[in-house]
């Protein structure tokens, strides 16, 4: 595609419920990154895949997160037993290649409201 | 801990005059260093990257770095109305991770 999708671009849940969010790269782009985003703040990593495989998993804030990503497609972030600290706008990225050292394009975002 | 510092703002700014947006960061061995637009209520948007000491230019906008001073600034000449939104600094680590800056609020008055 053009640019990094993201869906669905609004959600809102309940306490306690489980969520996914889903982000499609662009074509091409073997590498991918979440980032959590709260209201007024700065950008915060959650997790890079290269491939399939996320050798870095240390910005998930609890085990009640999780990732996988389908070879070099298709992601999705799994929010499970939602609280409220959880909402927050949820951006993925994606850059050709892996390593922080290369330029990540965004996508749009999935802004998650926990009521 | 990284970190990466930047001045929250806002910056404000008359229209036509230059815009100088300042982060430092404090992991020494970084390389690569990018800026990033953010519009309210919309994702980053890359608009610099520099990897060497010195100035880039690219249209109105020039990066200056400093490794000796770890040190990366972004000016906007002929600030524009448009150009208001939060400036993000961006430093990736020696390993997959991007530490953001909180970053700097602008506003260009007409």
């Known amino acids: 595609g053009a640019g990094v999708s993201q869906s669905p671009s609004n959600k809102v849940t309940e306490k306690g419920k489980d969520v996914e969010l889903r982000c499609d790269p662009i074509?091409?782009?073997?590498?991918l990154y979440w980032y959590r985003q709260r209201l007024g703040q700065g950008l915060e990593f959650l997790i890079y895949?290269?491939?399939?495989?996320?050798?870095?998993k240390s910005g998930l804030p609890s085990d009640r997160f999780s990732a996988e990503r389908t070879g070099e497609s298709v992601s999705t972030l799994t929010i499970q037993r939602t609280q409220q600290e959880d909402s927050a706008v949820y951006l993925c990225?994606?850059?050709?290649?892996?390593?922080?050292?290369?330029?990540?394009?965004f996508g749009p975002g999935t802004r998650l409201t926990v009521l | 801990q990284k970190e990466v510092e930047q001045n929250s703002g806002p910056l404000s700014v008359p229209e036509g005059a230059i815009a100088s947006l300042n982060c430092t960061y404090s992991?020494?061995?970084?390389?690569?260093f990018f800026w990033y637009r953010q519009y309210s209520g919309k994702s980053p948007e890359l608009i610099m990257s520099?990897?060497?000491?010195g100035d880039k230019e690219d249209g109105r906008f020039t990066a200056q770095l400093n490794k000796a001073s770890q040190y990366v600034s972004l000016l906007i000449r002929d600030s524009q109305p448009s150009d208001s939104a939060t400036y993000l600094c961006a430093v990736p680590t020696g390993g997959f991770k991007t530490i953001f800056g909180a970053g700097t609020r602008l506003f260009v008055k007409a």
């Open positions: 992991d020494r061995v970084s390389q690569s």
């Open positions: 895949f290269q491939g399939n495989s996320a050798p870095d």
């Open positions: 520099i990897y060497s000491n």
């Open positions: 074509s091409g782009h073997t590498a």
């Open positions: 990225a994606s850059s050709l290649v892996g390593g922080g050292t290369n330029e990540q394009f």
